[in-house]
T-cell receptor, first 113, second 113 residues
Framework: DAMVIQNPRYQVTQFGKPVTLSCSQT?????MYWYQQKSSQAPKLLFH???????NEADTPDNFQSRRPNTSFCFLDIRSPGLGDAAMYLC????????????FGPGTRLTVT | AQSVTQLDSHVSVSEGTPVLLRCNYS??????LFWYVQHPNKGLQLLLK??????LVKGINGFEAEFKKSETSFHLTKPSAHMSDAAEYFC???????????FGQGTELSVKP
């Protein structure tokens, strides 16, 4: 089945130690998104790629970076995780922008010790 | 500007009774509206979508929602709750540009035996 896959499902990292989260999709969608979701809150968009064009949200900290080497894969890099970065990280895709539904992966739960 | 208000942060129903989750939206444009469901430690799953076709939208798992422009509402209903419906539900509007989703605050649905 076509889907959005995130690895790992659970990630533990140490304070200040760089970490990379992975997302892949078999939907062949143009757009890939990364969201941060903290407990009992709605997801918060960090950035998205439309094809190779990167779009950062204005309030996304510089500590968060992303790479999209090809259509199928997108990575979230946290350069120096702080305790406040512990959250669920959700990857999503959509065929195009504006009005298209987004398809979400199962998420990666990040713990920072 | 787009915004979404979910009128209840928590709804509790008994199994087999109707479900009503309320959502009001504000939009300068003809909106695309969605309901997503999120079970604990899972990603978001699309329940249904409104995109200016039929005002009554049927989704998965017996859910449906009615778009009422005059009331700027998009309430989610289900005739008979099942234990497996217990989850967090998000009402979402899509911004006309950039593919950004505007999330409501979420409604936690509890289903009692």
């Amino acid at each position: 089945d076509a889907m959005v896959i995130q690895n790992p499902r659970y990630q533990v990292t140490q304070f200040g130690k760089p970490v990379t989260l992975s997302c892949s999709q078999t939907l062949n969608h143009n757009v890939m998104y990364w969201y941060q979701q903290k407990s009992s809150q709605a997801p918060k968009l960090l950035f998205h790629y439309y094809d190779k064009d990167f779009n950062n949200e204005a309030d996304t900290p510089d500590n968060f970076q992303s790479r999209r080497p090809n259509t199928s894969f997108c990575f979230l890099d946290i350069r120096s995780p702080g305790l406040g970065d512990a959250a669920m990280y959700l990857c999503a895709t959509s065929r195009d922008l504006a009005g298209n539904e987004q398809y979400f992966g199962p998420g990666t739960r990040l713990t920072v010790t | 500007a787009q915004s979404v208000t979910q009128l209840d942060s928590h709804v509790s129903v008994s199994e087999g009774t109707p479900v009503l989750l309320r959502c009001n939206y504000s939009s300068s444009y003809s909106p695309s509206l969605f309901w997503y469901v999120q079970h604990p430690n899972k990603g978001l799953q699309l329940l249904l979508k409104y995109t200016s076709a039929a005002t009554l939208v049927k989704g998965i798992n017996g859910f449906e929602a009615e778009f009422k422009k005059s009331e700027t509402s998009f309430h989610l209903t289900k005739p008979s709750a099942h234990m497996s419906d217990a989850a967090e539900y998000f009402c979402v509007v899509s911004a006309p540009q950039g593919g950004k989703l505007i999330f409501g605050q979420g409604t936690e649905l509890s289903v009692k035996p």
